[in-house]
């Protein structure tokens, strides 16, 4: 029973997670045309975002607890996995969360101020200089290629995890679930390469994005709905090797 309220926990918590992100991303795509808006220069950035600045910083924030349910979601499949894996599961979940939550942040907490200090004349120069700064730093190599990659780590580690018990992959719809996972992942991945110039691969990683809420969802279904059983010893070592870690693993420290 414990098992299950943890599947339950984790499921809804996803599910949440996936809500505000897609709700989110179209909200602010029709009023701030975000992401696309960030190819613009600091002024027009800043001039759209001062148009519905209140409704941009809500749904920013919206982002930033999707992102920041990533470190529990890890917690909990962590310890639903068990042993050595679900160690790598919680600790790469909280860290994308933490990559991306600091990322996002800045548009609820600091933007708004340097928004009004760009209409000031004497601190206007200041004011672009800064939001250049925090948009390289805290948005394109933290929030974004940190972060994507740690996602599309913490993805791959959870597709591992579940697709090998034989609870989950008992039907070819559930072994789909992980197939999208894989795929997901990699579009995700391709966003690391964003700062190099690469636009295409903007359109991947928001596509990525997209299939990656629609994972979500889908792992959210079984785990409401199907009770995760421990894997043999043969998986369970198979498991620790694909991550790097003593072959040596203890089938009593599987799922619980």
Not at 111 to 116: A, C, F, K
Not at 133 to 156: D, P, S
Not at 200 to 209: D, H, L, W
Request: some cysteine; aromatic content about 8%.
């Amino acid at each position: 029973m414990r098992m299950l309220m943890k599947q339950r926990a984790a499921a809804g918590m996803m599910t949440g997670a996936a809500a505000l992100a897609i709700a989110g991303f179209t909200a602010l795509g029709s009023i701030f045309n975000y992401p696309q808006i960030l190819k613009a220069t600091t002024p027009e950035i800043l001039d759209s975002y001062r148009e519905s600045q209140i409704a941009i910083t809500g749904w920013f924030l919206a982002l930033v607890i999707s992102a920041g349910l990533l470190a529990p979601i890890g917690a909990l499949l962590g310890r639903i996995t068990g042993g050595i894996l679900g160690k790598w599961i919680t600790g790469v979940g909280i860290a994308a969360a933490t990559a991306q939550v600091i990322g996002l942040s800045r548009w609820v907490l600091l933007i708004p101020g340097i928004s009004d200090d760009a209409t000031v004349p004497a601190l206007t120069e200041n004011a672009h200089r800064t939001f250049e700064q925090l948009h390289f730093w805290l948005g394109t190599i933290l929030g974004e290629t940190v972060g994507y990659a740690l996602t599309a780590t913490f993805t791959v580690l959870v597709v591992i995890a579940f697709t090998r018990n034989a609870a989950i992959t008992s039907t070819t719809a559930t072994r789909s679930i992980g197939y999208l996972g894989y795929v997901s992942a990699a579009l995700i991945a391709t966003g690391v390469v964003i700062p190099l110039g690469i636009g295409a691969a903007s359109i991947t990683n928001f596509i990525g994005y997209v299939t990656w809420c629609l994972w979500l969802i889908a792992m959210a279904v079984v785990l409401w709905r199907t009770p995760v059983t421990a894997p043999s010893p043969t998986i369970t070592t198979a498991v620790a090797r694909s991550v790097g870690t003593p072959t040596a693993v203890n089938p009593a420290s599987g799922i619980k």
